[in-house]
């Protein structure tokens, strides 16, 4: 009876598993399918970048405008950033205003990102869309209404003579101010996204626990709520600085001359100056900054999760 209870057990095993063909063809689709968005990222991600970094070995050549990059390898350009204060000066520039920016995010968008987690119980989906709508309209648009609204005679201006706080207008165009002011207005969205997609998971059981053992609000949302947001908010935070840090629109429009920016440093390296492996090498610099931002980010959410 043993027997033949394991010959049928064996029978039904074989009879259960995929003939080599039948895998081997499901293999091969596997393969179909990811090719063509391994071969896009490949194409469009990788190879520019690999070409930026080659761009930015080369060297210049100030006497041929017709041949203005020599195949001569070096690291003449990166050796430039360091030593010349000013191209220091444009990244930590950079990287404050970004700094700047993301706070000012994140003190705008947690909270609002709580609100649509916690005390939203109908039309959720509603107040989700009125996040969502600003990225529907162009980067573009929402800097140019800053810079209407800030101007000399904008709706700040207007309002503070209206109400007799001044004669004069005050100057808050083209000022550093004015740059953090459009990041943090245009990058708060993704802070609230990302915040509200940890906050949401969030099970309501733990602050229900909290309640019933005798804590407040105040010290539940310090105790659970907030250590258990970490990883949104790190994720927010470091992906606005990134997009802040490297932005070329905001400084451009509502800037002044002394608030150049990294991305504005590489647009007139390319351009104006036509020193192409230069300004590869600001480029290559920048990006390498933006992923030890995006490795921290993702070091620090495992920590938060391995803590937890």
Not at 185 to 200: G, K, N, Q
Not at 276 to 296: D, E, I, K, N, S
Request: glycine share 6%; net charge positive.
């Amino acid at each position: 009876m043993t027997t033949t209870l394991t010959i049928r057990k064996e029978t039904s095993g074989k009879a259960a598993r995929p003939p080599v063909e039948e895998r081997r063809a499901r293999r091969r689709a596997g393969l179909a399918l990811g090719v063509p968005p391994v071969a896009w990222i490949a194409f469009f991600l990788f190879v520019p970048y690999a070409y930026l970094l080659i761009l930015s070995l080369w060297r210049v050549n100030p006497l041929s405008p017709y041949l203005p990059v020599v195949h001569d390898w070096n690291i003449d350009s990166y050796l430039r950033i360091l030593q010349e204060p000013a191209y220091l000066k444009v990244l930590l520039r950079s990287l404050v205003n970004g700094l700047c920016a993301t706070a000012a995010a994140t003190v705008l968008g947690f909270p609002i990102a709580y609100f649509l987690a916690f005390k939203v119980t109908r039309r959720r989906m509603f107040w989700y869309m009125l996040v969502i709508v600003p990225l529907w309209v162009s980067y573009l648009v929402r800097a140019y209404a800053w810079k209407v609204i800030l101007g000399d005679y904008g709706v700040v201006n207007g309002a503070l003579r209206a109400i007799g706080l001044t004669d004069h207008p005050v100057h808050l165009l083209y000022s550093r101010f004015a740059v953090i002011l459009t990041l943090s207005h245009v990058f708060t969205p993704f802070m609230i996204l990302t915040s509200y997609a940890i906050l949401e998971r969030i099970p309501r059981s733990l602050v229900e626990a909290s309640y019933d053992l005798g804590n407040g609000r105040l010290k539940t949302f310090a105790k659970v709520t907030l250590p258990l947001s970490w990883p949104g908010i790190l994720a927010g935070a470091f992906f606005t600085l990134g997009l802040a840090s490297g932005d070329f629109v905001a400084p451009s429009l509502v800037g002044g001359a002394s608030d150049v920016m990294i991305a504005q440093q590489i647009y007139q390296e390319f351009g104006a100056v036509n020193n192409r492996p230069f300004a590869a090498a600001l480029g290559f610099t920048l990006l390498c900054l933006v992923m030890v931002l995006v490795f921290m980010s993702s070091w620090l959410e495992k920590r938060e999760q391995i803590e937890g």
